[in-house]
């Protein structure tokens, strides 16, 4: 349980980092502003044309009487939107990073310089190109590996009593694990840590992932939240990496740059073993 509580610190303490630098904070709203625009779009198109998709899929309920055709149809495009506004959460943090890239990596090298108590952040030798390859390629896998929990949960959705209570709180708990997956992947991928390594680091500490990642993803349910929590996310996610890999942090640093003074008290991280 303590780590539990220590997750969600992270996040809380990503969002006061974005807070306190007002020009980082700026910086890393540009993704998300673009792929909302591509993702509202999506699900307007959806809400508008869902009832006639699922009509057209459903060709063998033609015949059906009045209020069962309805009903039936009804719900199908209910569970579609459903789905799709899932996928949509699911998805809108791997999207963003990959438009975001080289955004999301100035800014978790920027809180890795913050909180190091030398000053110092890992730093890619990689071009690029080479970057955004890798980092699309583990997204896809990553969404894969999502996809598949969640046709898994759609399906148990259909149980009574255990689809609609046992589900939704798992199907949290696998949002919020694969969320935290994606973020901490930009400060990670730079450190060289493989998607096998990364999955690993992050299964040895799942109440962490979870306190992380499960309150974020709740909040991306709320519209336009996702946007403006994204930039403090990617810095929660960094300080989550500095722990996960038993790394020195300083708390309360602060960049000179920005205003504010630095706190020089230091933390050592905890062994990523325990």
Excluded at 6 to 16: E, P, T, V
Excluded at 60 to 69: K, N, R, S
Excluded at 109 to 114: A, T, Y
């Amino acid at each position: 349980m303590r780590d539990l509580g220590a997750g969600f610190g992270h996040l809380l303490k990503g969002q006061r980092w974005v807070a306190r630098h007002g020009r980082s904070y700026g910086f890393g709203l540009v993704p998300g502003l673009i792929t909302l625009v591509l993702y509202v779009g999506v699900l307007i198109a959806l809400a508008l044309w869902g009832g006639d998709f699922v009509g057209w899929a459903t060709p063998f309920a033609d015949d059906w009487p009045g209020p069962w055709l309805g009903l039936f149809r009804g719900f199908l495009t209910a569970v579609l939107f459903a789905l799709a506004l899932l996928l949509a959460v699911l998805t809108f943090t791997a999207v963003t990073l990959l438009v975001g890239q080289p955004f999301y990596e100035a800014l978790s090298e920027r809180v890795d310089r913050d909180v190091s108590p030398d000053g110092t952040a890992p730093e890619s030798d990689l071009p690029l190109w080479r970057e955004l390859w890798i980092s699309g390629r583990d997204s896809v896998r990553i969404l894969v590996r999502a996809a598949v929990w969640g046709v898994l949960l759609f399906a148990l959705g259909f149980v009574p009593v255990v689809g609609q209570t046992v589900v939704p709180v798992v199907g949290f708990f696998v949002t919020g694990f694969f969320l935290t997956e994606e973020l901490a992947a930009v400060a990670l991928q730079r450190r060289g840590v493989e998607l096998r390594e990364r999955l690993a680091l992050l299964r040895s500490r799942r109440m962490l992932v979870w306190g992380f990642g499960t309150p974020l993803g709740l909040a991306f349910l709320v519209p336009f939240v996702a946007v403006f929590l994204m930039p403090g996310a990617v810095a929660g996610a960094t300080l989550l990496a500095r722990e996960l890999l038993g790394e020195e942090t300083r708390d309360g640093a602060e960049e000179p740059s920005e205003g504010g003074t630095a706190d020089a008290a230091v933390s050592p991280g905890p062994d990523p073993r325990h």
